[in-house]
């Protein structure tokens, strides 16, 4: 079994990598239950990078999204990477292919110029420690949002930061400027 681990634009994702995508994403999110969950809807940003985790036997086992962001914090300008929409396939959770998303998405952060301040993610409270495990921290300030085009408070999921060439705040305000990931 051999295991890669690849980042493109989404821009040019092949019609093989999109219907290996849909069919993760329907594995991990069935259509029924993402008709009920809360955050349907919300207005979420679309990633502008593809992390693809692609096992030679398996196919496609996890994914993570990424983006770039202009923002603010406490009104100063900052430069922000985001991850979101992280999922594995449920037949290879705990094999560390998430991880290797995530170590993936980080190192592209980094090779970023001008380079970004830090990262940021949302997510439910049963990920918490999992992401704490590859650096990220909980933010414990507000999070603005664009909802219908108007600023909101975010409040549906935790959100977590990593220091990337600066150190991640952990209070405060952040406005990201557009919507979530």
């Given at each position: 079994?051999?295991?890669?681990?690849?980042?493109?634009?989404?821009?040019?994702?092949?019609?093989?990598?999109?219907?290996?995508?849909?069919?993760?994403?329907?594995?991990?999110?069935?259509?029924?239950?993402?008709?009920?969950?809360?955050?349907?809807?919300?207005e979420w940003a679309a990633p502008?990078?593809?992390?693809?985790?692609?096992?030679?036997?398996?196919?496609?086992?996890?994914?993570?999204?990424?983006?770039?962001?202009?923002?603010?914090?406490?009104?100063?300008?900052?430069?922000?990477g985001g991850v979101g929409g992280?999922?594995?396939?449920?037949?290879?959770?705990?094999?560390?292919?998430?991880?290797?998303?995530?170590?993936?998405?980080?190192?592209?952060?980094?090779?970023?110029?001008?380079?970004?301040?830090?990262?940021?993610?949302?997510?439910?409270?049963?990920?918490?420690?999992?992401?704490?495990?590859?650096?990220?921290?909980?933010?414990?300030?507000?999070?603005?949002?664009?909802?219908?085009?108007?600023?909101?408070?975010?409040?549906?999921?935790?959100?977590?930061?990593?220091?990337?060439?600066?150190?991640?705040?952990?209070?405060?305000?952040?406005?990201?400027?557009?919507?979530p990931w």
């Amino acid at each position: 079994m051999s295991l890669s681990v690849s980042l493109s634009a989404v821009d040019i994702r092949s019609d093989a990598n999109q219907q290996a995508l849909t069919g993760l994403s329907g594995m991990v999110y069935p259509p029924a239950e993402v008709a009920d969950w809360p955050g349907h809807r919300l207005e979420w940003a679309a990633p502008e990078w593809d992390v693809f985790v692609v096992d030679d036997e398996l196919g496609m086992v996890s994914y993570t999204g990424a983006i770039l962001r202009d923002a603010e914090h406490d009104g100063k300008p900052v430069h922000l990477g985001g991850v979101g929409g992280v999922k594995t396939h449920p037949d290879s959770r705990g094999r560390g292919h998430a991880a290797a998303g995530l170590r993936r998405a980080a190192e592209f952060f980094e090779t970023q110029k001008p380079p970004l301040d830090f990262a940021l993610l949302v997510c439910n409270d049963s990920l918490l420690a999992y992401y704490s495990r590859f650096g990220w921290q909980q933010f414990h300030g507000d999070l603005l949002t664009l909802q219908g085009g108007e600023p909101k408070k975010f409040g549906f999921n935790n959100v977590m930061v990593m220091d990337l060439s600066a150190k991640a705040p952990t209070t405060g305000r952040i406005d990201l400027l557009g919507p979530p990931w």
